[in-house]
């Protein structure tokens, strides 16, 4: 499977991932810093205690020297130090948020896929019937309501108008305990995050099933008497989820814009959180390095849904 | 039956054989007309755009102030249509001037990501050689990255205000119109009447925006109404989060998020941002997938 040719592809698409981190980082670099204020603002240090601290961190230098430095400790897994609490080092502070993201990224993309893909079946199936329009019309609905308006409906739903169903665990304003949180208090934001992103893969799903029970080997396996479950599970829904894989860029992207509200909202100690926390309080070596650690997530995402790609389907050779 | 043959009959005979000429628009507005869905959504559109310009004018309360003698959290009632807030100020006032802004923000966005992108993008696909190449990497660069964290940034250097909130916006959104038209001007340039504008000794300017421009007009209407629901989306995104437009202007992202706060409170206030958010931009959605199908016949799915 590994043939010289994918390897010198994987090579190329790292390196245009580099390059891409680079740029990004320089630009988002260049854009924060060129802000006049910083993090020392709202300590009220002046004159010459606001000097000594800028040296300490390095401000005082040209803008340039900063990036090169950053860039230099970043290749080395060095991020920096917070600002705000001084002198925190970041890379650990964010490999711990990273590790909270995924697990809520991670189940609500399986949320997503699991849920995008069964409606998106299920309309194909029963095609324009009141099935289809149902599942569509949920689609549309998770595609078109923000995440945050989801965010908030669900904490209303479940917390004020039926508590008696939940058994009161969601609650308002909504826990979570210790870094990683519990399964219960996990579940309503993985939830609303997934159903936020599931209506394009329902979408998807359902166009692609079309298309390919249109296909003569379908025909030919009812044909020959296989059963009809047999027939959409191996022959049609195999060959459906080809399309899938190639909006799991674009999901992985929505996930992470979606999870910057749905963490700050429920509190969870997560990227997104920390991203909107450090720009509140300027504390921007902690903005650039969340940014960078994203657009290297996006990259890598990028990366595997297109080799999950040759996988999948033979035909493709890179 | 035959009354209705006749007519068909003497125009072949008159020999008009070919279709009535019709111009872009009208044969789009044509189409369009014919989806339900589309033109319910133009309808509350044009409701919302209504209800935006009257708030310029009048609305019931002042949306800022504190009204005097007036308890916080009322539930809708005849004085107060959709009742008050935290603050005691008027939600049907407030709610009227986040229309306003949704659709300045909105349609603002989507001016200005038209002009840049179409003219950045012709450009692109034009002259090719190195403006394409410098263009095309710095447009792969940003491709991906998630379009509202760019804007957060940017808003934040640029300094409040409903101006730059758009800037921000438009910072990552003209890309994609850039790469659509380009894509456009790539295919045109090719064709016969371009060449025949060249050879006839018309100018870069004029082949570009009297020939190139009016044949990709379709597909870039489409998309410059896609990019009105993005705009509001960040922009309710933004002030949700508290770093979007700044009080005591209302926003129907910042009431949503006055109204979670004050959920156990006070349900209502946050549901009528919720609502308003989500048909608005259902409603755009909705308009642009007709719009896609009828001036863009091409890409229907």
């Keep these: ?318 | 039956m035959a009354a209705v043959i006749t007519p068909v009959i003497e125009e072949y005979a008159g020999g008009t054989i070919a279709r009535e000429q019709v111009g872009l628009w009208r044969d789009g507005f044509r189409r369009l007309r014919r989806n339900r869905l589309a033109l319910v959504a133009l309808i509350y559109l044009t409701i919302l755009f209504l209800v935006a310009i009257v708030a310029i004018f009048w609305t019931p309360y002042n949306p800022a102030t504190i009204l005097p003698n007036t308890l916080t959290f009322l539930p809708p009632s005849a004085q107060h249509l959709l009742g008050t807030d935290d603050l005691g100020r008027d939600l049907l006032s407030r709610m009227m001037q986040g229309a306003q802004i949704s659709l300045i923000v909105g349609v603002g966005t989507s001016a200005i990501v038209l002009t840049v992108g179409v003219v950045v993008g012709l450009i692109a696909g034009y002259f090719r050689g190195w403006i394409d190449g410098v263009i095309s990497v710095f447009i792969n660069i940003f491709y991906g990255i998630p379009g509202i964290l760019i804007a957060i940034i940017l808003y934040l250097v640029l300094g409040k205000g409903l101006g730059n909130i758009m800037i921000a916006i438009s910072a990552t959104a003209w890309m994609d119109m850039a790469r659509l038209v380009r894509g456009q001007a790539f295919s045109i340039r090719e064709r016969e009447y371009i060449e025949a504008a060249r050879a006839s000794g018309a100018r870069s300017g004029k082949i570009l925006f009297g020939h190139i421009l009016p044949n990709a007009l379709g597909p870039i209407i489409v998309q410059a109404t896609f990019v009105i629901p993005i705009a509001i989306l960040t922009e309710a995104f933004l002030s949700y989060l508290g770093l979007g437009i700044p009080s005591p202007l209302a926003s129907w992202g910042s009431i949503a998020s006055e109204g979670y706060t004050a959920l156990p409170l006070e349900p209502f206030m946050m549901l009528w941002p919720a609502i308003a958010l989500s048909v608005t931009l259902l409603a755009f959605n909705f308009l642009g997938d007709g719009l896609r199908d009828a001036f863009d016949p091409r890409q229907r799915r």
């Design chain 1, 1 to 318: 499977m590994l043939t010289r040719g994918t390897l010198i592809y994987i090579a190329q698409r790292l390196a245009l991932i580099a390059f891409t981190l680079v740029a990004v980082s320089f630009l988002v670099f260049i854009t924060v810093h060129s802000l006049p204020g910083s993090a020392f603002e709202s300590e009220r240090v002046h004159g010459k205690a606001l000097q000594l601290l800028l040296h300490e961190y390095g401000l005082d230098r040209p803008v340039l020297v900063q990036y090169w430095s950053f860039l230099t400790n970043a290749i080395r897994g060095n991020l920096g130090v917070s600002f705000q609490i001084r002198g925190l080092p970041i890379t650990p502070l964010v490999m711990r948020e990273l590790s909270v993201s995924a697990e809520l990224g991670g189940t609500a993309l399986l949320i997503t896929i699991g849920l995008g893909t069964t409606f998106g079946v299920l309309a194909a199936l029963r095609q324009n019937t009141w099935v289809d329009y149902t599942l569509t019309s949920i689609a549309v609905v998770g595609y078109s309501v923000p995440s945050f308006v989801l965010a908030g409906l669900g904490v209303l739903i479940f917390s004020y108008w039926l508590p008696t169903v939940t058994n009161g665990v969601i609650s308002y304003p909504a826990i979570w305990t210790g870094t990683y949180g519990t399964l219960v208090e996990l579940s309503l934001p993985a939830i609303i995050l997934g159903f936020y992103t599931s209506g394009q893969v329902t979408r998807i799903t359902r166009a692609a099933m079309l298309e390919v029970l249109q296909q003569d080997y379908i025909r030919t396996a009812r044909a020959k008497g296989l059963k009809s479950r047999i027939v959409t599970v191996r022959h049609a829904l195999r060959n459906a989820l080809i399309p899938v894989i190639s909006i799991l860029g674009p999901l992985v992207i929505s996930i992470i814009t979606g999870s910057v509200i749905i963490e700050t909202i429920f509190g969870i100690p997560g990227l997104g959180k920390e991203f909107v926390e450090s720009i509140t309080a300027a504390d921007y070596n902690i903005t650039v390095a969340v940014f960078t650690v994203y657009a290297l997530l996006i990259g890598i995402a990028n990366l595997i849904v297109d080799l999950l790609y040759t996988v999948v389907d033979p035909r493709i050779r890179y």
